[in-house]
């Protein structure tokens, strides 16, 4: 068996389609875009060319609501911070939830410490969702920004998004979404969610690493977090990867042009994976929502008993490539914030294992992990 990749919440293969599009940015068409002589222009118009694309691919009214970042974690900064900052005198209260991705936690970590905002972090219940009751009873009159994750990237949870942000424009206040999970499973559109600020990553939905957007409302102030230049309408100091920018617009442009298929095969795949777990493992729990509150892609399965690093090196060694949460947070040995705030308990969470679909995988290769995982957990019983 050649190897088997099941963590595409982590990272997604480069497209061969998205590769040969930015190959010219390289070599030929390297100019920089900040440059003023024809080359640098021609850079300049292949950047607004690509924000069009990802403005279309949100649903954005326009391209200039786009800034394009270093990735998912940038635009989540430069989310919470930027507003944070350029709306502190109006109010100094954020709400996010305990199962944010730490790009979001370690944002509000830093405005509570260096800036004495305060933060209230919602509950989730078993299944990972937020509650819009419990929503509106913490909002306060300094509340200035609400941050709800779109999916959550361990258990794959689907938040309540729209009704959310229905709950925030009655209180007058600002929402962001990190929707970095979402591209390749359902389509985005920010005007009809009506969420203020939204963060994505390109390596999320098959294009290369190192690039993301933030889409902010027109009119919406953000205080820059990098000192620089005027790139970016000066949102966003920096010389722009213009080579990953233009590979995020292909990206996304083969990303749109195939979604419900793929959005199928993904749905097939995922239901005959857990109905194949659930079937040959005992004491097994499958982590987070049924169906249709969770991702097409992921699998967040918890092995009574067993301990996730055991079980994710021996499916390793099978060239079974999965992950025991997010990959942001690998190499901790702590259990995952996500699986606490669900309250699952320690003998099954220190056994949960993550597998998240591509296009690529087949019905085989399911069953070669099933037939391998009840090889490795027979084998660590006996131990």
């Given at each position: 068996?050649?190897?088997?990749?099941?963590?595409?919440?982590?990272?997604?293969?480069?497209?061969?389609?998205?590769?040969?599009?930015?190959?010219?940015?390289?070599?030929?068409?390297?100019?920089?875009?900040?440059?003023?002589?024809?080359?640098?222009?021609?850079?300049?118009?292949?950047?607004?060319?690509?924000?069009?694309?990802?403005?279309?691919?949100?649903?954005?009214?326009?391209?200039?609501?786009?800034?394009?970042?270093?990735?998912?974690?940038?635009?989540?900064?430069?989310?919470?911070?930027?507003?944070?900052?350029?709306?502190?005198?109006?109010?100094?209260?954020?709400?996010?939830?305990?199962?944010?991705?730490?790009?979001?936690?370690?944002?509000?970590?830093?405005?509570?410490?260096?800036?004495?905002?305060?933060?209230?972090?919602?509950?989730?219940?078993?299944?990972?969702?937020?509650?819009?009751?419990?929503?509106?009873?913490?909002?306060?009159?300094?509340?200035?920004?609400?941050?709800?994750?779109?999916?959550?990237?361990?258990?794959?949870?689907?938040?309540?998004?729209?009704?959310?942000?229905?709950?925030?424009?009655?209180?007058?206040?600002?929402?962001?979404?990190?929707?970095?999970?979402?591209?390749?499973?359902?389509?985005?559109?920010?005007?009809?969610?009506?969420?203020?600020?939204l963060s994505i990553s390109a390596h999320k939905f098959n294009g290369p690493k190192g690039v993301g957007a933030l889409f902010v409302k027109k009119g919406i102030e953000l205080v820059p977090q990098m000192s620089g230049g005027s790139q970016e309408r000066k949102r966003r100091a920096g010389t722009v990867n213009l080579a990953a920018v233009v590979g995020m617009g292909k990206a996304a442009t083969i990303t749109a042009s195939n979604l419900e298929n793929k959005k199928e095969k993904l749905l097939a795949l995922r239901e005959y994976f857990i109905s194949e777990l659930l079937t040959n493992f005992k004491d097994v729990k499958l982590n987070g929502p049924e169906a249709e509150l969770r991702l097409p892609a992921n699998i967040n399965i918890a092995f009574k008993n067993f301990n996730s690093e055991s079980l994710l090196f021996n499916l390793s060694l099978n060239k079974i490539a999965a992950a025991a949460g997010s990959a942001c947070a690998s190499g901790s040995l702590n259990v995952s914030h996500v699986l606490e705030a669900i309250g699952l308990e320690k003998d099954y969470a220190q056994g949960s294992i993550r597998f998240s679909l591509g296009q690529n995988n087949t019905k085989a290769e399911i069953d070669y992990v099933i037939k391998t995982l009840k090889e490795i957990t027979t084998r660590l019983e006996s131990l």
């Open positions: 068996m050649k190897n088997i990749y099941l963590d595409h919440a982590a990272t997604t293969p480069v497209a061969q389609k998205v590769i040969k599009a930015m190959k010219p940015f390289y070599q030929a068409d390297f100019a920089n875009p900040a440059s003023a002589h024809l080359p640098g222009q021609k850079s300049a118009a292949a950047i607004e060319d690509a924000r069009e694309i990802i403005a279309d691919f949100l649903g954005a009214e326009k391209a200039e609501e786009i800034i394009f970042t270093a990735g998912g974690t940038e635009a989540d900064n430069l989310a919470l911070k930027g507003v944070a900052m350029a709306k502190a005198e109006e109010g100094k209260h954020i709400i996010t939830s305990q199962i944010e991705h730490h790009a979001v936690l370690k944002s509000c970590e830093y405005l509570e410490k260096h800036f004495d905002f305060e933060i209230t972090y919602l509950s989730v219940d078993e299944n990972g969702l937020v509650d819009p009751e419990e929503l509106k009873a913490q909002i306060r009159e300094d509340t200035i920004l609400i941050s709800i994750m779109y999916a959550n990237n361990e258990i794959g949870s689907i938040q309540p998004i729209k009704e959310l942000v229905e709950i925030a424009q009655t209180n007058e206040i600002l929402f962001h979404t990190d929707a970095v999970q979402i591209p390749g499973q359902f389509k985005l559109d920010v005007k009809n969610l009506g969420v203020d600020l």
